[in-house]
Every structure is written in structure tokens, then in C-alpha cells.
């Protein structure tokens, strides 16, 4: 990669070396021969040290044998070297390899199998050839090559163990080998100074780049080695790395285009079907409903883009279900406004008719999405931050729903009435139903005046209905919405309110409630790491056998600035400590905790300061020199000695025989040279720096020590503002364990920020599971939340304080009951759960708010108004609950197994749930405890007193005259005045002592609106018959001719319908009223005269329209009767100059 062979020596962490200044060569030898920190079960074993390399074995001059860890003795070789008198500070080597202890590395371990021609002679099973006790090898786990900083626990490389009486290693199911490799940031910094990269511009991302590329290629090799022949059966490999892990997360984060655009053809097809009138092409919706699903696709597309624009990051919930989400809640709002289209009367006129569907429904759709929108925005406050982003992201996403479904689908309604005015079908627009107003002639016999039966008069009946915009007749086509509504109205609602069946189901309801609450004390808190990985990966089996066998963690306490280190070294061992109290922690073998940083620094000074008393009692070191044979260590000793920590006087040699000690008496380190001390032991001794996995920062100065140097002063490093002590974890197999062990933890962290030490535990148990510490309290919040901004939302937009009570009780029953089921699936509680029962709050809002509007604003009884309610919204509630449920039902076919098991089940629960409580449960409790309606009548319990109609004006009578040839006759006509079509007249309503009680009229006045619907019939008789013509008292004539009489049948019905309720009563003065109802009778007679004419203007389009039609249809005739002429085989026959009989005539 760039041009470089990288090698896993590259990559890995290996344990740092002491510099040796001026002997680069041997130095290079060295830095080759240290390996790789690999932590595997076979360090217990000779086998172990083919795993260290070198790859190609080193050559040394004048060593016997080259340097290979299969066969190296590093303390043969010391002792070598020793012999051949290099000029090298041995004796700095020698106390690095003691303090490691590097003694004989992999050469007296046994052979796993001793056959093997590479297995040393010193092996203690080599002779023998018995193969090792493998259990008693592990029993207490494995030591590297430097046995004093890499022992391997037995709960890290073994798993699933059974042991005997005695607690001894008998069998395992598991083990386990980590390579550890360097961060991004430190290969960066090891490298930076490398001639190796100088040529490719070497920065942080080409190191994380080459990590990657690496870990990828480890990963393909061992699948590829267990997939070779040579491999047995019946062992199983399993590859980790969280490089490819994040290569799998980010490639199922993806957008799935082909997944969305299924989904949506999917909810296409659905909608289409549904909306769909096969017998009736005109009043068919499928277009409209197909408009808004491409519409709703626009929006959430828009809305992610807004997301990315407010830098709100994506994840795998932002690909895999927020669209889908975010589909299903806006089709349940489309079907809302669709079901009120189709309902509408179809007397209103059409500009007026997309207002009035806003007027019915835009308020419940306002309410269920900003009730939506609340409930996702309380669920943010869950402390989990890709869930926050989650929940952010999906009330964005409605609130855009939101405004396309109250803005733009308003319009594609307004598109859909010009295309029913102008009588074309729906989805093929450029076509027309051959009879759109189908006719129906009933052909009647007529009597004469005489009472009896006349052959030669005849009563010709035709009566053609109007077309259904106009009359407001329901279609009888097989519409889904229609059958639900008239199965609810026959059916479903006089069966529910029947009393029996209102106290089974309210006894019912009790028992849910009670089962409900038990479930809820059941469900346990917990996410299994293995459901964010998506299935049938190594990674996912590597993490499930990792939890079910190892259960094993790192964690670190690490603590922070604002704390003197040098003078507060007492504490931070006493924190140390504590933790040897937590029952996790994994212990060494004599009971205890493995040194941190600050005991692995004390014990380096305590042995220079042997090594230093040791010089000063032989002489060679005294207070203003040392001897040239003092040894290394007591010359550094010397060094820091006299170290005084004050940067304006760094040296004092009088400290030399002041009784001055490097540590004293109580393991304290001298304070006031700490950070000189610490500068010296970072370089000098970094093997145990780099073990102690401490982590300081900033970084100690580097300061290296040569005897030959003369200079005292050491670099004194910066105090030190973040350390860590490194602890490993077992036994946490579950999330009670773990939450157990946070506690703990916690609480040892308090108890000691209150002495004055700041710090805090890290690690993944604190990064994944901490938050079910406080995720129950958290929910309740957000719960909270959520019910109250529906109280407040409801009661602010119904103005009525009991139905929001009833509607957030319904709610919080919901939420309680979808918690049962969560223990009847076997769910844990987690964020992503945690979201859904907030979310339910939203969802439920559908199934109730829409049923509390239409009950608080109906006519009549408790139990009528119930009914009138479903009857109302049950059509459009089922179809939005069986949309949602399509598309959650698409999150099946998401590669993440909690999407489809958490996700996809409790999201299915939610919609049946939801539809038993708001379709059966919620209108039985408001048919017992429902709120009072808006408007009661005063006569009548279930209508409206009928208003006093507006008397018609009186036209004059006009007569005409005329004569015809010789014969004088005179004909008088009645013009009556022109009936007029339906009309939209505001009144208010009259008791009967509305003339003779000011008082009443003043106490009743309810604003209500009239819609009169005439239909009209004619007769007409066609035969002969005998007039007299008006006599004159000169002359007298008869006239006998064609006589032609028409009869009109007219039939009128008045529907009433409540636009302004009101029920207080007013006090103002019957004059006001007076005044006020002739201006609004003035107005009216203007509005109809606009009518009029409107409807003048349609009836000639209407005659242009039936002129074209019959014209086409007359072109249709001739046409069919030349191709049958054409056809026809004695036509064919006669010669073409002769004309056929059909032509002729």
C-alpha cells in the first residue's frame, strides 16, 4: 500500500526498548528480534514462538546461531555476548531483561506435540513425547516471552471452562487469541520520522488507512485457512476486527435503494387498490392516493436532505427505518383527507370543496402529527445519542409530512375535482365512460282523463338521475371505504354498544390492564451487542460465542488535571486499591491487582536506589564523582539524586549525603523531583512504561541516559492532566452482572472525587450499558413529556379539558400494554424499545384523537355520538393502520437483526394494539364517560329543530296571444319562476315563540346551515285529443290538432348541517338579530344569482358536451355501417360501378 510492504511488525504493539545512543546497529537487532504483544493460549506452549517470528532469522556476527524465538535462549545469548567483550552497555540489557523477565523464553515450555523436529531438547515433554495436560497448562493462565509484564489471564484466552471439585481447568468450548495493534495516532507518530514514508506525504489518515487495509486482509486470509481442506471440521474460526466490523455497519447503513423503492411500489399498489372503484372510473381515487404515496416519497427524501443539511449524522436507524416510518405515518394522514373527499356532500360547490375537506379533517391531522412530532422530540431526551439522532431525525421527517399533506395534497385534490367536473376517469384522465350519466327509462302506460286505458296515448317516463358530484349520492361501486363504513353502521357499532357486551369488554379491558402491569415488572433491561451486527457475518458469531463463553472486558480508571500528582501519591494507591473489592476484576495469582504506571515507576527507582547504595558502599560513587567501573544503574541513580525539581537551581550534589532517599521509607516518590524522575523512567525503562498501559498525558520528556554523559540536569516533564489504570473484567455474561459492576464502580468513583481525586471509569461496559442506570427514569421523563404535550395539545385545540384526559389515559393504557408484550416476546428494555414506547404515544394518537373529535362534535346520546364517531373514522383508521403495518412489514428484509426482531414485531404489536383500543375499547368508554357534545339540541334529543324556510318570491303572471291562418284562438301561459338548484342558505334557528318571545330568541339562537336537494321528473303525453278555444261573445270556433301534455313531478329535501356551534346564549337585543339576518338574506339572494349563472353557464357546456357526443356517435354508425357493407360478400360480388340498396335509399 503506497508503494510499501507493511507487515504485521509494522502495525502491531510490541514492547519498547531502552535507546542505546551510539549503537544503532545493535539497537536495530534488537527492535527486529522484540515481537509482536500477540495474547494467545499457545505462550503456554513451545508452539507459542512460531507465532513471534522473525520471519527470516537474523544473523549475528559471531553468534553460533541465528536469532529466531523458536530456538532463542535470551539468556544464552546475554551470556554469548558477554564472552565475545562487545563495546555495548551490557549491563543496561541485562537489567532490562531482569525487570521484563526474559529469561528462557519458549525453550522449557512443553510441545504440544513433541514429535515436531523443531521442538527443543530442553522441552520437558521432548524425551518422553507425552502429550501436555492441556487443561493443567491453561489451569492459570499463559506467560509471554517477558513474563513480568505479559501474563495472560485464564478468563481472556479461555472460554466456556468446567472445572472439578478442586476449581483446576478440566475441558473448555473456547479459546481465544488477540493481536494487538497500534491506534491510528500512535502509528503515526512511530512512522513520522521513518525514511520509510518520507516520500507519500505520511499523515493520521494514511495510518488508519493502512490499520484498515491490514485488519481487512487478516480477516479474508483466516476465512480463506478455514476454508482449506486442511483445517479439521470440527473446529470453528472466527475473525474480529473493528475495521471490517465498520466496513459491515457502514455498508448495511447505506441507503438501500432497491429495499425503499420496493417498499414504496409496494404502498403504491396498496393505496391504488384500495382507493380504486372499478364500476364507478369517475369517482375513483387511485390516482389521487398513488399522488400522495409519490409525494410522501418526495418529502422524506427532502427531509433527509434537510437532515444532512443541519449536520445531523446518519446511522443505521437513518437507512433502515426512519423511511418507512416516516411513509406509514403519512399515508394514515392522506387516507384521513382521501375518506373525507369521497364523503363529501356533492351539492358544494367545487370551488369550495378542497376548503371544506381542510374544515373536516385538517384539525385532526394537525393534532395527530404534532402530537407525532412532540412525542419523538420527548423521546430525544433519552440519553443514548443514535437514538437521539433517531428520534430527531423522524420528527423532521413528519413535520415535513405535515406540511406536504395540509399544503400540496390540498392541491392535487383541487387537480382530481376539475378532472370528476369534466367527467373523465381516473388514472387514464384522456379517457371518457361512454355514458357517464347513465340513463334509465321506465316506460309507463297513461290513462285518459276518462279513467281508461287509450291505445293511442302513451306516457313516456324517462328519469335520468343527476351525476353524483351534484345529488351527493354515494356510489355503489365496490369501494372498500363504503363497505367499511356501512358494515360499521349496521353492524359493528350497534354491536358494540350493546350492554353486554360493554361490560365484557370493560371487564376485559381490567384484565388486560392488571396482565399488562405484571408484564411491565417483568421485562428486563438489556441489548445484546450481537443485535447491532447484522446476521450470518464472523463478526456476529465472533461476539456471540465472545458473550456466551468469555464474557470478558477491559476497563480503565482514569483520572484527571487539577490534581497534584507528586504530592498525592498516598490516594491514588488507596484508589488503586479499592477496586481489588470488585467482584469482576479479574485478581493475579496471589489475590491481588497488577501494578499500575505509578507502582511500576516506584519499583524502578527503589532498584537504582539499591544499585546506588550498593556504589556508594564499595566507593565508586561519592558526592562530586563516580568510579569509571560504577555500573550503569548507579550512575542514573547518581543523576537523580541530585535532582532538585526547581528549574532555577535543577542540581544540588550536597542531597548525596543528606540522607536523601529516590523513594522513601513509605513508597512515596521524593515530590519535589517527581516529574525529573518521570522524564528518566519513561525512556530509560519503557517496557514497563509502555505495559503499564498508562497513557499519560502530556508525554513524559525524553531523556536519555548515558554513562559517559556528564551532564546531571534531566528534563523535567509537564504535570501530568490524564492518567489510566488498565483492569480486566470476567464473568459479565449479561447485562445485570454488568450494571452490578457499574454501580460498584460508580460509587468507588464518587466516593473518591469527594477526597479530591477527579476521575472516572472508561470502557465499554460504561460506554454500552451505563445508560440502563438511568434509561427507566429517563423513559418515565419522556414519557411524561410526551402525554403532557398531547393534554395540552387536545385540550388546546378541542377546548375540552375531559377528552384530553381521556384521550392521554388511553394513551398511557397503550404504552402499558405495549410493555406486556414486550415481556410476552421475551424484549428487553433498551433505548431503541424504549423509543417505540414513546413513539406509541404518537401512533396512538391516531386511533383516538380522530374518534374523540367526531364524538365531541356529533348530535345526540352518548351512545349515538359514539356510533356516528366510528361510523366517521373507522374506514380511514383501519387503512392507515393496515399501511403502517405494510410498512413496517418492510423492515423485515433489513440485514440487522434487532430492526427486524425489535423494530418489526413491536411495531406490528403497536398498530393491533392500537387498533383494539381506539376501534373497540375508546369508543365504549366514551359511550359511558364521554365528554358532552358542542351542540345540544332543545327540542329534539338526536337533531336539530327544523328551521323556518325563506318565503319564494312572487312572480307576475304573463299571458301572450296569436293567431294562425284564418283561425283565432288565444292560449295563456303561467311562467313559473325557475326552480333553482341547490343553495347554501345560513339562518338561524326559530323556536315556535320565536314571534311572540323576544326573550327565546335571544336565549336560542344556534347558527345552522340548510341545503335543499330537488329533483325533478316530467311526463310527457303524446296523442290526439279535442280543445275548446276561448268563446267571444260574437263567434265561437273549435280547433282540434295535436295536443302535448307534460307533467312535472318535483320532490324536495332539506338537509341540515351544524357549521358555527355555539352554546351560550346571547343577550343582545332582537333588533340586532333583526338586521343581521337581512343583511345575510341579501347576501344569500346574491350568492344564488351567482349560482345561477354558474349553473347557466354548466348546462350549456353540458348541451355542447351531448352535441359533440352525438355527433361522435353518429360518425361511429356510419363508420361501423361502411366496414359492414365493406364486409359483407354480396357486396363484395356486385360490380364496383353499382350502387347497393342501403345506398340508394
Known amino acids: ?85 562487545f563495546q555495548f552497555p551490557l549491563s543496561t540489557m541485562e537489567a532490562y531483561m ?62 466456556g471452562a468446567t472445572r472439578n471439585s ?100 409496494f404502498m403504491l399498489i396498496y393505496v391504488a387498490v384500495t382507493l380504486i372503484q372499478w364500476r364507478d372510473p369517475i369517482r375513483s381515487q387511485a390516482g389521487v392516493g398513488i399522488a400522495g404515496v409519490l409525494l410522501l416519497s418526495i418529502t422524506v427524501a427532502a427531509g433527509l436532505g434537510f437532515c444532512a443539511l443541519l449536520g445531523i449524522p446518519f ?65 430525544a431526551l433519552l440519553p443514548i445519542p443514535a437514538f437521539r439522532v433517531f428520534c430527531l431525525q423522524a420528527a423532521i421527517l413528519l413535520l415535513f409530512n405535515l406540511g406536504s399533506m395540509l399544503l400540496v395534497f390540498p392541491a392535487m385534490i383541487s387537480l382530481d375535482l376539475r378532472r370528476r367536473s369534466a367527467a373523465r376517469a381516473d388514472l387514464l384522465c384522456c379517457l371518457m365512460p361512454e355514458s357517464p350519466l347513465p340513463k334509465k327509462k321506465i316506460p309507463e302506460r297513461a290513462k285518459s282523463r276518462s279513467g281508461k286505458t287509450d291505445k293511442n296515448n302513451r306516457l313516456d317516463t324517462t328519469r335520468q338521475p343527476l351525476d353524483p358530484d351534484v345529488t351527493g349520492e354515494q356510489p355503489k361501486a365496490c369501494c372498500l371505504s363504503v363497505s367499511l363504513t356501512k358494515w360499521v353502521k349496521n353492524q359493528y357499532a350497534p354491536f358494540i354498544m350493546r350492554p353486554a357486551v360493554k361490560v365484557t369488554s370493560m371487564l376485559a379491558l381490567i384484565v388486560v390492564i392488571l396482565a399488562s402491569v405484571w408484564g411491565a415488572t417483568k421485562v428486563k433491561d438489556g441489548l445484546d451487542l450481537t443485535d447491532i451486527v447484522p446476521e450470518h457475518t464472523d463478526e456476529r458469531e465472533f461476539l456471540t460465542r465472545q458473550e456466551k463463553y468469555f464474557g470478558f472486558y477491559n476497563m480503565y480508571a482514569v483520572t484527571q488535571g487539577d490534581f497534584e500528582y507528586p504530592t498525592n501519591q498516598k490516594l491514588l494507591y488507596e484508589y488503586h486499591d479499592q477496586f481489588v473489592r470488585i467482584p469482576n476484576i479479574i485478581k493475579n495469582d496471589n489475590g491481588g491487582l497488577t501494578k499500575f504506571w505509578l507502582g511500576l515507576f516506584r519499583d524502578w527507582l527503589l532498584d537504582l536506589q539499591d544499585a546506588f547504595d550498593k556504589e556508594v558502599a564499595s566507593g565508586c560513587i561519592t558526592q562530586e564523582y563516580w568510579c569509571k567501573n560504577a555500573t550503569d544503574e548507579g550512575i542514573l541513580a547518581y543523576k537523580l539524586m541530585v535532582q532538585t525539581g526547581h ?64 551532564h546531571l540536569e534531566i528534563k523535567k516533564s509537564s504535570p501530568l492532566i490524564y492518567t489510566q489504570l488498565p483492569f480486566y473484567l470476567s464473568g459479565l455474561s449479561d447485562t445485570d452482572s454488568i450494571k452490578t459492576l457499574i454501580r460498584s464502580v460508580r460509587e468507588l468513583c464518587l466516593k473518591y472525587e469527594a477526597k479530591g481525586l477527579p476521575n472516572f471509569p472508561s470502557g465499554i461496559p460504561f460506554l454500552f450499558w451505563e445508560q440502563y442506570l438511568y434509561l427507566r427514569t429517563s423513559l418515565l421523563l419522556a414519557l411524561a413529556c410526551a402525554l403532557g404535550a398531547v393534554f395540552i395539545a387536545v385540550m388546546v385545540l378541542l377546548l375540552n379539558a375531559w377528552a384530553a384526559v381521556l384521550v392521554t389515559l388511553s394513551l398511557a393504557t397503550l404504552v402499558l400494554q405495549l410493555l406486556g408484550v414486550m415481556a410476552i416476546l421475551g424484549v428487553k428494555l433498551s433505548a431503541m424499545p424504549a423509543v417505540l414506547l414513546v413513539l406509541a404515544v404518537g401512533r396512538g394518537v391516531h386511533f383516538t384523537v380522530h374518534l374523540c373529535l367526531g364524538f365531541v362534535t356529533s348530535i345526540g346520546c352518548k351512545r349515538r355520538r359514539a356510533s356516528l364517531a366510528l361510523e366517521a373514522v373507522l374506514a380511514p383508521v383501519v387503512h392507515g393502520a393496515l399501511a403502517a403495518a405494510l410498512a413496517a412489514s418492510m423492515l423485515a428484509a433489513s440485514e440487522f437483526g ?161 357549521v358555527t356551534p355555539s352554546d351560550r346564549k346571547s343577550r343582545r337585543s332582537y333588533h340586532y338579530y333583526d338586521r343581521r339576518r337581512d343583511r345575510d338574506d ?9 349560482r345561477d349563472r354558474d349553473r347557466d353557464r354548466d348546462r350549456e357546456r353540458d348541451r355542447d358536451r ?8 353518429d360518425r361511429r354508425d356510419r363508420y361501423r355501417e361502411e366496414r359492414d357493407h365493406r364486409a359483407s360478400p354480396r357486396e363484395n360480388g356486385r360490380d364496383s360501378g353499382h350502387e347497393s340498396d342501403s345506398s340508394r335509399h
Open 1 to 85: 500500500m503506497y508503494d510499501i510492504e507493511w507487515r504485521l511488525k509494522d502495525l502491531c504493539y510490541s514492547p519498547s526498548i531502552p535507546d542505546f545512543e551510539g549503537y544503532h546497529h545493535i539497537e536495530s537487532i534488537i527492535d527486529n528480534v522484540i515481537p509482536c504483544a500477540i495474547i494467545t493460549p499457545l505462550d503456554c506452549f513451545w508452539e507459542g514462538s512460531k507465532l513471534l517470528g522473525p520471519e527470516y532469522p537474523i544473523f549475528v556476527p559471531h553468534l553460533k546461531n541465528k536469532l529466531q524465538w523458536t530456538h532463542l535462549n535470551p539468556l544464552e545469548v546475554l551470556e554469548e555476548v558477554k564472552k565475545l567483550k
Open 98 to 159: 531482569k525487570r521484563a523477565g526474559i529469561t528462557s523464553a519458549y525453550m522449557k515450555k512443553p510441545c504440544l506435540d513433541p514429535t515436531d523436529p523443531h521442538c527443543p531438547d530442553t522441552a520437558p515433554n521432548k524425551k518422553s513425547g507425552h502429550i501436555p495436560d492441556v487443561a493443567a497448562e491453561l489451569s492459570h493462565g499463559c506467560y509471554g516471552f517477558a513474563a513480568a509484564y505479559m501474563h495472560w489471564p485464564e478468563q481472556l484466552i479461555v472460554g
Open 166 to 265: 478442586t476449581s483446576a481447568l478440566r475441558s473448555a468450548r473456547a479459546l481465544q487469541t488477540v493481536v494487538q495493534l497500534m491506534g491510528e495516532r500512535e502509528m503515526y507518530e512511530y512512522w513520522a520520522d521513518h525514511y520509510k514514508v518520507h516520500q507519500i506525504g505520511w499523515n493520521q489518515e494514511k495510518a488508519a488507512a493502512v490499520l484498515d487495509a491490514w485488519q481487512r486482509k487478516f480477516a479474508a486470509e483466516v476465512k480463506k485457512m478455514t476454508t482449506s481442506s486442511s483445517v479439521s471440521a470440527a473446529y470453528s474460526f472466527y475473525p474480529f476486527s473493528t475495521s471490517t466490523l465498520n466496513d459491515i455497519l457502514g455498508k448495511f447503513s447505506e441507503v438501500s435503494l432497491k429495499n425503499i423503492i420496493l417498499g414504496y411500489m
Open 315 to 379: 446511522n443505521a436507524s437513518s437507512t433502515q427505518i426512519v423511511p418507512f416510518l416516516a411513509l406509514g405515518l403519512g399515508v394514515q394522514d392522506m387516507f384521513l383527507l382521501t375518506h373525507t373527499y369521497v364523503e363529501q356532500a356533492g351539492d358544494v360547490p367545487r370551488e369550495e370543496r378542497t376548503g371544506l375537506v381542510l374544515k373536516k379533517s385538517g384539525l385532526s391531522v394537525l393534532l395527530a402529527s404534532l402530537c407525532n412530532v412532540m412525542a419523538f422530540l420527548a423521546a
Open 647 to 710: 528549574v532555577d537551581n535543577p542540581i544540588d550534589k550536597s542531597l548525596i549525603n543528606s540522607g536523601h532517599r529516590l523513594v522513601d521509607k513509605d513508597g512515596i516518590i521524593n515530590p519535589k523531583a517527581f516529574y525529573n524522575y518521570l522524564s528518566a523512567w519513561a525512556t530509560n525503562d519503557a517496557l514497563a512504561y509502555g505495559a503499564s498501559q498508562g497513557n499519560l498525558k502530556p508525554q513524559p520528556q525524553r531523556w536519555i541516559h548515558s554513562p559517559e554523559d556528564v
Open 898 to 1058: 434487532f430492526v427486524a426482531r425489535l423494530f418489526l414485531r413491536l411495531l406490528l404489536a403497536l398498530v393491533v394494539l392500537g387498533l383494539v383500543d381506539g376501534l373497540l375499547f375508546f369508543p365504549i368508554i366514551l359511550s359511558i364517560l364521554g365528554p358532552a357534545a358542542e351542540v345540544q339540541p332543545l327540542e329534539h334529543p338526536e337533531r336539530l329543530s327544523t328551521p323556518s324556510p325563506k318565503s319564494s318570491p312572487v312572480h307576475p303572471r304573463k299571458s301572450s296571444s296569436g293567431s294562425n291562418g284564418g283561425d283565432k284562438s288565444s292560449r295563456t301561459s303561467k311562467t313559473a319562476p325557475r326552480p333553482s338548484g341547490p343553495s347554501l342558505t345560513t339562518i338561524t334557528e326559530e323556536p315556535s315563540s320565536w314571534h311572540s318571545s323576544n326573550h327565546s330568541v335571544q336565549s336560542s339562537m344556534q347558527s345552522i346551515v340548510v341545503q335543499p336537494e330537488v329533483v325533478v321528473e316530467t311526463t310527457t303525453y303524446n296523442g290526439s285529443d279535442s280543445t275548446s278555444g276561448r268563446s267571444t261573445p260574437t263567434s265561437k270556433s273549435t280547433h282540434t290538432g295535436a295536443v302535448t301534455t307534460t307533467k312535472v313531478t318535483a320532490t324536495a329535501n332539506i338537509k341540515v348541517e351544524v
Open 1082 to 1090: 341579501d347576501r344569500d339572494r346574491e350568492r344564488d344569482r351567482d
Open 1106 to 1113: 351531448d352535441r359533440e357526443r352525438s355527433r361522435e356517435r
